[in-house]
């Protein structure tokens, strides 16, 4: 009997738009580094360092960031409800974990974790997201625009100003936007990260409101992923949702259509529980019932998720048992974090033909790279752009994983690099001393490199 050799799927065969998928934070730098991890485990004296520093990715708990203990606590009482009927469960939780525990085991139908729920998730915790919405903006919420999701993630199509601290300038968005109806693509929707990603910029309530009002004239839907809007860390800003924006300037749900994502994954560091969700505003109900379709593709968002996210949204309240401690836990988290961000900052800015704007919300800083042009020609060379080419030498050098700004759409004719802020103080010290050594020594082989290629044109 003879049968077809040849193998049923090829990377010449692969759907080509899977081919195009680019995620710059888990990309190139971040295979060449696990391959970097795998030498120092099997032939450790063959490299410069003994450990990756990964700041490529936001991953707090991966970094350092310990876990709040209330979340902890009502998780581990949620997938152990027999803990709460033993003796010892007084010594070992607080009573305000026990309480919120049963609160919500009554709320899921089966009382156990370890089934599917509604595709949207349990409505009793879609009912306190909501709640808290509400508390936050000053404006309602309802359950059934609330999905619960696995996570939240979206990214951003124009670019900001650099030297007016990140900010968004309207003219931007509409040259944007006018550039690509005349290439005839049909533009429904405008993505804003706020505090932002990869820049690390809050918006102004004023940006906020030009991005509202370009959005109904347009007849554009605002994606707002939301996700850091508890890592807000510059003293003159704070965090405003665009619904809430909306919502003041007197627009309903019949005057404009909006999406807010948000997430555990970054204001609380549980990235691995997956648990987020998105209010939808302004839809028909017909709409509503295509995004419940493909919501229901997927079953259920995990259930761990579903509960992290109503604690974050209904976290304990003043004259509960676990206020005090989670009270504290956060702003030691928060406080910690603003200063390892301001050491890393200082370092960057002191780094020759470095620029770096000052961090105010999310995790990450943006450093410029102002390079040699004979580092540029280099990279040229290599066939990879400048800032790929820096973070490859960075990441051999010295263990530093980074990512290139070029996975952001960096404006034309910048060089950057994204740096996540590690939550481990004795890995940015480490992190400082390594970049130090290393950017100098490259700024003087690319110079002397210029010099030589100077002299010769002489």
Same mark, same amino acid.
């Given at each position: 009997?003879? $049968?077809?050799?040849?193998?049923?799927?090829?990377?010449?065969?692969?759907? *080509?738009?899977?081919?195009?998928?680019? $995620?710059?934070?888990?990309?190139?730098?971040?295979?060449?580094?696990?391959?970097?991890?795998?030498?120092?485990?099997?032939?450790?004296?063959?490299?410069?360092?003994?450990?990756?520093?990964?700041?490529?990715?936001?991953?707090?708990?991966?970094?350092?960031? *310990?876990?709040?203990?209330?979340?902890?606590?009502?998780?581990?009482?949620?997938?152990?409800?027999?803990?709460?009927?033993?003796?010892?469960?007084?010594?070992?939780?607080?009573?305000?974990?026990?309480?919120?525990?049963?609160?919500?085991?009554?709320?899921?139908?089966?009382? #156990?974790?370890?089934?599917?729920? #509604?595709?949207?998730?349990?409505?009793?915790?879609?009912?306190?997201?909501?709640?808290?919405?509400?508390?936050?903006?000053?404006?309602?919420?309802?359950? #059934?625009?609330?999905?619960?999701?696995?996570?939240?993630?979206?990214?951003? *199509?124009?670019?900001?100003?650099?030297?007016?601290?990140?900010?968004?300038?309207?003219?931007?968005?509409?040259?944007?936007?006018?550039?690509?109806?005349?290439?005839?693509?049909?533009?429904?929707?405008?993505?804003?990260?706020? *505090?932002?990603?990869?820049?690390?910029?809050?918006?102004?309530?004023?940006?906020?409101?030009?991005?509202?009002?370009?959005?109904?004239?347009?007849?554009?839907?605002?994606?707002?992923?939301?996700?850091?809007?508890?890592?807000?860390?510059?003293?003159?800003?704070?965090?405003?949702?665009?619904?809430?924006?909306?919502?003041?300037?007197? $627009?309903?749900?019949? #005057?404009?259509?909006?999406?807010?994502?948000?997430?555990?994954?970054?204001? $609380?560091?549980?990235?691995?529980?997956?648990?987020?969700?998105?209010?939808?505003?302004?839809?028909?109900?017909?709409?509503?019932?295509?995004?419940?379709?493909?919501?229901?593709?997927?079953?259920?968002?995990?259930?761990?998720?579903?509960?992290?996210?109503?604690?974050?949204?209904?976290?304990?309240?003043?004259?509960?048992?676990?206020?005090?401690?989670?009270?504290?836990?956060?702003?030691?988290?928060?406080?910690?974090?603003?200063?390892?961000?301001?050491?890393?900052?200082?370092?960057?800015?002191?780094?020759?033909?470095?620029?770096?704007?000052?961090?105010?919300?999310?995790?990450?800083?943006?450093?410029?790279?102002?390079?040699?042009?004979?580092?540029?020609?280099?990279?040229?060379?290599?066939?990879?752009?400048?800032?790929?080419?820096?973070?490859?030498?960075?990441?051999?050098a010295t263990g530093i994983a980074v990512v290139p700004g070029s996975g952001f759409h960096q404006a034309?004719?910048?060089?950057?690099?994204?740096?996540?802020?590690?939550?481990?103080?004795r890995k940015i010290e480490a992190m400082v001393a390594r970049l130090r050594a290393f950017h100098k020594?490259?700024?003087?082989?690319?110079?002397?490199?210029?010099?030589?290629?100077?002299?010769?044109?002489?």
């Amino acid at each position: 009997m003879s $049968y077809n050799k040849a193998p049923s799927i090829t990377a010449e065969t692969i759907n *080509p738009r899977v081919k195009i998928i680019r $995620y710059a934070p888990c990309g190139e730098i971040v295979k060449h580094a696990a391959r970097l991890e795998q030498e120092i485990e099997e032939n450790p004296a063959s490299i410069p360092f003994q450990e990756i520093i990964y700041c490529n990715l936001g991953n707090p708990q991966v970094l350092g960031q *310990p876990p709040l203990t209330f979340f902890r606590e009502v998780l581990s009482l949620c997938d152990n409800p027999a803990l709460m009927d033993r003796d010892e469960a007084r010594a070992l939780f607080s009573p305000c974990s026990i309480r919120r525990a049963r609160r919500i085991l009554n709320s899921i139908p089966s009382k #156990d974790t370890g089934g599917y729920t #509604d595709c949207r998730g349990i409505k009793c915790l879609r009912q306190v997201v909501a709640d808290g919405i509400t508390a936050r903006d000053g404006f309602p919420s309802t359950a #059934d625009d609330i999905f619960l999701t696995d996570g939240a993630t979206s990214a951003v *199509p124009y670019n900001l100003t650099e030297d007016n601290g990140w900010g968004l300038e309207i003219f931007e968005v509409k040259r944007c936007l006018e550039e690509a109806r005349s290439a005839g693509l049909t533009v429904r929707a405008m993505v804003v990260i706020n *505090p932002g990603n990869p820049t690390g910029q809050v918006l102004s309530v004023t940006n906020q409101e030009e991005i509202v009002e370009f959005c109904r004239k347009e007849g554009l839907v605002i994606l707002a992923d939301e996700v850091y809007q508890e890592n807000i860390y510059a003293e003159n800003k704070k965090f405003h949702s665009f619904k809430k924006v909306a919502r003041s300037l007197a $627009y309903d749900e019949n #005057d404009l259509t909006l999406v807010s994502l948000h997430s555990v994954s970054m204001s $609380y560091g549980e990235s691995g529980r997956r648990g987020g969700y998105m209010e939808v505003s302004g839809v028909a109900a017909n709409v509503k019932d295509q995004i419940y379709k493909v919501a229901s593709l997927t079953l259920c968002p995990n259930i761990a998720g579903q509960i992290l996210v109503s604690l974050a949204m209904d976290p304990p309240k003043l004259g509960d048992e676990s206020f005090e401690s989670f009270d504290k836990e956060k702003e030691q988290i928060r406080s910690s974090f603003c200063k390892r961000a301001k050491t890393l900052e200082k370092a960057f800015s002191g780094l020759e033909g470095v620029t770096c704007n000052k961090l105010e919300g999310a995790l990450y800083l943006f450093p410029r790279l102002h390079l040699p042009s004979a580092a540029i020609r280099a990279a040229d060379f290599e066939g990879v752009s400048p800032d790929i080419f820096y973070a490859h030498r960075l990441l051999d050098a010295t263990g530093i994983a980074v990512v290139p700004g070029s996975g952001f759409h960096q404006a034309s004719g910048t060089i950057h690099i994204r740096c996540t802020i590690l939550p481990d103080e004795r890995k940015i010290e480490a992190m400082v001393a390594r970049l130090r050594a290393f950017h100098k020594a490259f700024m003087n082989e690319f110079r002397g490199s210029q010099q030589v290629m100077n002299d010769l044109r002489r």
